[in-house]
């Protein structure tokens, strides 16, 4: 059974849904799973698998169901950090355990660094952090590149340089800038321009995401134990890389998952992943 429920905080209204009873059954913490920008619908397919866990997942502040009453339009992950410890205090169940992917790993690790009382386990599932990069000048150039791109030319170009900029392996060298934008029909994508500039991930709107500078020492002096998760297929791809590079700061090696970035989805968001061994993958790494 799934419930729907709203936060009603100063600056927004966070629309969350729990998967399960509150407090859970067996007494175990929340699990939340987090994603930027993808909303909770991204899990649907996960969460149901985790059935033995009261799971909670949560559309970020103006995205989705989640409004905004702040009048800004950026995406920030030390402000999300402060949602996701409103949420978690109005559970009334912390701490909690947390499953978070993407953009979504980043809000994470700044909810750690702010609050390490609110998680007991953090699975940061490949954080796209320019900043622990040997090429993060290259880096953030790919970023504004496929931000120009997207500005010029609409969504499906846009989105068509993301891919190509995201799937290079290895560093972003003068070989990959010299290459055109790519042909968005040749990624199934649309060719005609809708005029939309406020995709979030397209667009600067979330650059403080990726620009997020994580505290290595706050998050070793944490008593939560913080776990890097890389795709097994992600290979030496943007976000691979920076999970790589990130465990190695931390201490640590990345903790391999089954699939690609977007491992835990089934095929209602596009490139399905194997969402019924990745969570039996996160089900052993949460056990420790």
Same mark, same amino acid.
């Given at each position: 059974?799934?419930?729907?429920?709203?936060?009603?905080?100063?600056?927004?209204?966070?629309?969350?849904?729990?998967?399960?009873?509150?407090?859970?059954?067996?007494?175990?913490?929340?699990?939340?799973?987090?994603?930027?920008?993808?909303?909770?619908?991204?899990?649907?397919?996960?969460?149901?698998?985790?059935?033995?866990? %009261?799971?909670?997942?949560? =559309?970020?502040?103006?995205?989705?169901?989640?409004?905004? $009453?702040?009048?800004? &339009?950026?995406?920030?992950?030390?402000?999300?950090?402060?949602?996701?410890?409103?949420?978690?205090?109005?559970?009334?169940?912390?701490? !909690?355990?947390?499953?978070?992917?993407?953009?979504?790993?980043? &809000?994470?690790?700044?909810?750690?660094?702010?609050?390490?009382?609110? !998680?007991?386990?953090?699975?940061?599932?490949?954080?796209?952090?320019?900043?622990?990069?040997? =090429?993060?000048?290259?880096?953030?150039?790919?970023?504004?590149?496929?931000?120009?791109?997207?500005?010029?030319?609409?969504?499906?170009?846009?989105?068509?340089?993301?891919?190509?900029? &995201?799937?290079?392996?290895?560093?972003?060298?003068?070989?990959?800038?010299?290459?055109?934008?790519?042909?968005?029909?040749?990624?199934?994508?649309?060719?005609? =321009?809708?005029? $939309?500039?406020?995709?979030?991930?397209?667009?600067?709107?979330?650059?403080?995401?990726?620009?997020?500078?994580?505290?290595?020492?706050?998050?070793?002096?944490?008593?939560?134990?913080?776990?890097?998760?890389?795709?097994?297929?992600?290979?030496?791809?943007?976000?691979?890389? %920076?999970?790589?590079?990130?465990?190695?700061?931390?201490?640590?090696?990345?903790?391999?998952?089954?699939?690609?970035?977007?491992?835990?989805?089934?095929?209602?968001?596009?490139?399905?992943?194997?969402?019924?061994?990745?969570?039996?993958?996160?089900?052993?790494?949460?056990?420790?």
């Amino acid at each position: 059974m799934t419930e729907t429920h709203t936060l009603s905080t100063p600056e927004a209204d966070l629309v969350y849904d729990v998967y399960g009873p509150l407090p859970a059954a067996d007494g175990r913490p929340p699990l939340l799973m987090v994603g930027q920008p993808m909303e909770a619908s991204g899990f649907a397919t996960l969460a149901p698998l985790m059935s033995e866990r %009261t799971v909670v997942a949560y =559309d970020p502040r103006g995205l989705g169901r989640s409004t905004r $009453k702040d009048g800004r &339009t950026d995406h920030s992950p030390e402000t999300q950090a402060g949602d996701l410890h409103a949420l978690i205090e109005a559970l009334g169940a912390g701490p !909690v355990e947390v499953f978070a992917s993407s953009g979504g790993a980043v &809000t994470s690790l700044a909810l750690v660094t702010a609050y390490p009382q609110d !998680v007991l386990t953090l699975v940061a599932h490949e954080p796209p952090l320019n900043n622990v990069l040997p =090429d993060a000048e290259a880096a953030d150039r790919g970023r504004a590149w496929f931000r120009d791109v997207y500005l010029a030319k609409g969504w499906g170009a846009g989105m068509a340089a993301f891919i190509a900029m &995201t799937s290079w392996e290895g560093e972003l060298t003068e070989e990959f800038f010299a290459q055109p934008a790519p042909d968005p029909a040749q990624f199934g994508l649309p060719t005609e =321009d809708d005029g $939309k500039r406020d995709d979030p991930l397209l667009s600067d709107r979330s650059w403080a995401v990726s620009s997020y500078r994580p505290d290595i020492e706050a998050l070793k002096a944490a008593p939560t134990r913080v776990v890097v998760a890389v795709g097994e297929e992600t290979g030496n791809t943007f976000t691979g890389r %920076t999970a790589v590079a990130l465990a190695k700061l931390l201490g640590q090696e990345a903790t391999v998952f089954p699939s690609h970035h977007g491992g835990f989805a089934g095929g209602e968001h596009g490139y399905a992943g194997q969402p019924e061994a990745f969570a039996v993958r996160l089900r052993e790494v949460l056990a420790g």
